[in-house]
């Protein structure tokens, strides 16, 4: 399995967010409280946050999704920023990148990176 690049930055740098798939049905029933029941053996977690990368670390990133991911499908080895432990990931939409700072070489710009992945169970 693809692992995220060790000259990429390792961790979110801003806006973390961790959001459980929701592993759970309720049905309503004539009285009295709703029932509920597990629906899955194992749920996914989405991790959505930002990187900031130099110009050379864009086009790091730029050759890992659209090369080794095929174009951001295939799955990838991550450090989770809940516990630092490697989980496998995918990305659950495109990553946006917005210019920051420019630079007069591409190793001096600077951009936002904002990843929204899919932690697989």
Do not use: C, N
């Not at 999704?65 to 495109?94: C, N, W």
């Amino acid at each position: 399995m693809p692992t995220w690049p060790v000259t990429l930055p390792q961790y979110f740098e801003l806006g973390v967010q961790d959001t459980r798939q929701q592993g759970f049905i309720r049905s309503q029933t004539e009285t009295g409280p709703y029932k509920q029941r597990k629906r899955f053996t194992a749920t996914s977690r989405f991790l959505s946050g930002t990187m900031l990368f130099t110009g050379t670390e864009r086009a790091t990133f730029e050759t890992f999704y659209k090369t080794t991911l095929s174009e951001g499908t295939d799955a990838f080895d991550f450090i989770d920023p809940s516990d630092f432990s490697t989980v496998s990931a995918r990305f659950v939409q495109p990553p946006t990148l917005s210019a920051v700072a420019g630079g007069g070489t591409a190793g001096t710009a600077q951009w936002r990176v904002d990843l929204a992945l899919e932690v697989l169970p």
